[in-house]
């Protein structure tokens, strides 16, 4: 089992820490507020470091972080730590001002996504979009009659083979939508997703690619 690294110690960053865990993988959460490390270790049973030392320790790195610090993470995580490494990208561009009757705003263009904009600040690493158009609580095992699906993008093959084999143990079936530019079209789900939450407090839900 290789070793996870988790930039970020929010609710997502904490879900999918505790998945990995469930699945036999060794963990740290990185996060660059001292007085949270106790308090993660007690929740998730993973370990805790900095940004910088949680890019360093994982195999696999996970990137889950507010779309606005998703660049300043990666200048914390340190670009040189990175390199040849998956990265597993479940961010979106959300905007801090707040929605428009159920629609969120978002800090990037159809033409640039913020994926598009992290691969470019690392070319040597392999980002992979996974786990951005789903709520938490279903991201790891969730107990829907079907499974839902998980759209993946980026450039690197086996980095996608590798999250492949990662949304299988979590239950989640891959629908791989090529390059990173497929991304302009995936973060965007984000916004169709949270719309029945904002509008009718309904958060229970995923989406389902259906095949002929």
């Keep these: 089992m290789k070793k996870v690294g988790i930039l970020g110690s929010g609710v997502v960053g904490q879900t999918l820490a505790k998945g990995f865990i469930k699945h036999g993988h060794e963990v740290m959460i990185g996060t660059n507020d001292s007085k949270k490390k106790e308090l993660l270790k007690s929740e998730t049973k ?3 470091g900095t940004f910088k030392e949680t890019a360093r320790y994982g195999d696999i790195i996970v990137l889950a972080v507010k779309g606005t ?3 300043a993470a990666i200048d914390m995580a340190g670009p040189e730590n990175l390199k040849g490494k998956t990265i597993i990208d479940t961010t979106n561009p959300i905007a801090d001002t707040p929605p428009d009757n159920g629609v ?3 800090t990037t263009s159809l033409d ?3 994926m598009e904009q992290l691969q470019k600040k690392v070319p040597e690493a392999h980002f992979v979009k996974a786990f951005s158009s789903i709520g938490s609580p279903f991201m790891v095992n969730p107990n829907f009659e079907t499974k839902p699906s998980m759209f993946i993008c ?3 093959e086996s980095a996608k083979q590798e999250v492949r084999k ?3 143990l979590f239950g989640l079936e891959t629908e791989d939508m090529g390059g990173v530019e497929a991304a302009r079209a995936i973060e965007p789900l984000a916004i169709l997703w949270c719309i029945p939450g904002f509008k009718e407090n309904r958060w229970n839900h995923a989406f389902k690619l259906i095949k002929a």
Excluded: E, K, P, R
Aim: glycine letters at 6%; zero cysteines.
């Design 112 to 114: 640039n996504s913020l």
């Design 154 to 156: 980026g450039n690197n």
């Design 46 to 48: 993973a370990q805790t």
């Design 104 to 106: 969120l705003h978002y």
């Design 69 to 71: 610090a998703a660049l």
């Design 166 to 168: 990662v949304l299988d």
